[in-house]
């Protein structure tokens, strides 16, 4: 048993928390809004002031933005944590914000692991998400026993903490490209008197076989967005975070703006705003093309 800090509970955070209780370790949980966490307490993890979150001996926080971590992990906040301590940050951050937080530990004594995962909600659940790991080599060795009951695989990337970053910024734009691709295609097959299920089920059997578009596709074909697992305004957040990577490396990104502009109209639409991400195909359904 490991006494651990878990701040940060939204759908993720919360999967990945009750894993580590259900486990049986001594987890002292906190959350912006606490509300949240009711049933972490009922079975057995301790609702605790962020003070004490910080006090544990390792911190994990699954926190939703850039300005969130930088707020919990302040250099004030920082200072909490005792000395040689390890903070792992499941959050996907920018670059910048990557080395501003590793600049901040480093100043504060305190290891800091960057672990960004790949892996919806129910995937976190079941213990088998995949975590990209980036970060000093010792402190990453620390705490992989803990983060084995978390996931399928570890990827270590590096000793530098923007690593896992940068990754996670990949496979994230992969991934918002793997939802208009079906966006569109679901969209001609409808069009054209074909069940977008079966579709989809054939893509997923043959070409693409794999949780996206399997389980994306699903949700498409049958335009079922809800319980969300991924909200389109936190994926706006991540296609900002390719576009700024991007910048800094000198990479050029020509569908970017098509990409952009889907998920801006679809925070527009008031009916689909709330939704999974996977709404974006929403806008493509709702199009006529014109001649």
Known sequence: MRDI???????????????????????????????????????????????????????????????????VFSEENLRLMPAGSVHVGFESLSLAAADSA??????????????????????????????????????????????????????????RPRLANLVKICVNYNLIHTLQALSESVAIAERGGVD???????????????????GYGREIAARRYEPVGFSVELGLKDLSLAEQAAA????????APVLREMFERTLAEPDIAELDWAAIAEIVRRERATS
């Not at 980036?134 to 402190?139: L, M, N």
């Not at 977008?196 to 949780?211: D, F, I």
């Open 196 to 214: 977008p299920a079966l579709l989809v089920e054939l893509l997923n059997s043959t070409l693409y076989p794999g949780p996206a578009y399997g």
């Open 102 to 159: 590793t600049a901040r530990h480093a100043a504060a004594g305190v290891d800091y692991v960057a672990a960004p995962v790949i892996g919806r909600p129910p995937v976190a659940a079941a213990g088998q998400l995949n975590i990209l790991l980036a970060g000093k080599r010792a402190a990453a060795d620390r705490v992989e026993p803990l983060l084995a009951e978390l996931c399928s695989r570890t990827w270590y990337l590096g000793d």
């Open 248 to 255: 800094e490396t000198g990479t050029p990104l020509p569908t």
């Open 5 to 71: 800090g878990f701040i940060g509970l939204g759908t993720m955070g919360l999967a990945m928390c009750r894993r580590l209780v259900e486990a049986g370790h001594d987890v002292a949980v906190w959350n912006r809004t606490p509300r949240v966490g009711a049933e972490l307490v009922a079975l057995g993890g301790r609702r605790v002031l962020l003070e004490e979150a910080l006090g544990s001996a390792v911190v994990f926080s699954m926190l939703s933005n850039d300005a969130a971590a930088e707020a």
